[in-house]
């Protein structure tokens, strides 16, 4: 069993920052995939990016890649996604989630799910 915590969203101005976390509680957080997603209202969720066991591979979407990070600190337990020159394009609430593969891009391959941060990028 893997239980998340999302934390460090908010609101903030059109080419601002925000980093968000993700605590994983558990001893298994080093054998786990991880993947951040969003979801905008009346949208499907979408990926943004994921990362492997050992942080050693990274995936991110198109639509915010140059511009958002995934890395994970296995010491921590902790999962991070660094967002910068945001856009009111980005706002949606966020999910971190867990996956027993190495490394996924589909949401239904995820098991385990935070209760999401929402981030607002006004114009």
């Known amino acids: 069993q893997v239980q998340l915590v999302e934390s460090g969203g908010g609101l903030v101005q059109a080419g601002g920052s925000l980093r968000l976390s993700c605590a994983a509680s558990g001893r298994t957080f080093r054998s786990i995939g991880m993947g951040w997603f969003r979801q905008a209202p009346g949208k499907e969720r979408q990926l943004v990016a994921a990362?492997?066991?050992?942080?050693?591979?990274?995936y991110h979407a198109d639509s915010v890649k140059g511009r958002f990070t995934i890395s994970r600190d296995n010491g921590k337990n902790t999962v991070y996604l660094q967002m910068n020159n945001l856009e009111p394009e980005d706002t949606a609430v966020y999910y971190c989630?867990?996956?027993?593969?190495?490394?996924?891009?589909?949401?239904?391959?995820?098991?385990?799910w935070g209760q999401g941060t929402q981030v607002t990028v006004s114009s």
């Open positions: 989630a867990a996956t027993r593969l190495y490394l996924s891009t589909t949401a239904s391959e995820y098991t385990y």
């Open positions: 990362i492997s066991q050992s942080g050693g591979s990274t």
